[in-house]
C-alpha cells in the first residue's frame, strides 16, 4: 500500500467533485462508496481510499492506494493531486512537462 498527502486551497466538496471527474478518466477509477469527506474509488488497477479534511484556508488531501508506489494507479493518483491549487488564487492544472 501506499499513501500520499497533498495540502490543497479548495475545499472537500471540491477535491471529491475534481476526483470523481478526473479518476474515471485517468485511470479508470470509479467513485464506490464515502461521504461528502471521504471516497472509494475501484478499478482494474486497484483501490483508492481518498479523504479531504479542511484545515483554516486550506484542506489536507490524503490517497491511499493499494498497491505498490511503481503501479500505475499510484502515478495517476499523484498525477491528479499534483493538479490541485496550492495557494488561493492559484490555477492548478498539469505541469510545464505534462501534456494538458
Same mark, same amino acid.
Given at each position: 500500500?501506499?499513501? &500520499?498527502?497533498?495540502?490543497?486551497?479548495? #475545499?472537500?466538496?471540491?477535491?471529491?467533485?475534481?476526483?470523481?471527474?478526473? =479518476?474515471?478518466?485517468?485511470?479508470?477509477?470509479?467513485?464506490?462508496?464515502?461521504?461528502?469527506?471521504?471516497?472509494?474509488?475501484?478499478?482494474?488497477?486497484?483501490? =483508492?481510499?481518498? #479523504?479531504?479534511?479542511?484545515?483554516?484556508? &486550506?484542506? #489536507?488531501?490524503?490517497?491511499?492506494?493499494?498497491? =505498490?508506489?511503481?503501479?500505475?494507479?499510484? &502515478?495517476?493518483?499523484?498525477?491528479? @493531486?499534483?493538479? @490541485?491549487? &496550492?495557494?488561493?488564487?492559484?490555477?492548478?492544472?498539469?505541469?510545464?512537462?505534462?501534456? #494538458?
Amino acid at each position: 500500500m501506499a499513501g &500520499y498527502q497533498r495540502r490543497t486551497a479548495l #475545499s472537500p466538496h471540491d477535491v471529491m467533485e475534481q476526483a470523481g471527474h478526473a =479518476l474515471p478518466e485517468m485511470v479508470g477509477l470509479n467513485r464506490t462508496g464515502g461521504s461528502s469527506h471521504e471516497a472509494t474509488f475501484d478499478g482494474a488497477e486497484g483501490t =483508492l481510499k481518498l #479523504s479531504a479534511h479542511r484545515h483554516g484556508p &486550506y484542506t #489536507s488531501v490524503l490517497a491511499n492506494t493499494d498497491r =505498490l508506489r511503481t503501479s500505475r494507479i499510484d &502515478y495517476e493518483v499523484q498525477r491528479f @493531486l499534483n493538479r @490541485l491549487p &496550492y495557494e488561493p488564487g492559484d490555477v492548478g492544472g498539469p505541469g510545464s512537462g505534462e501534456a #494538458s
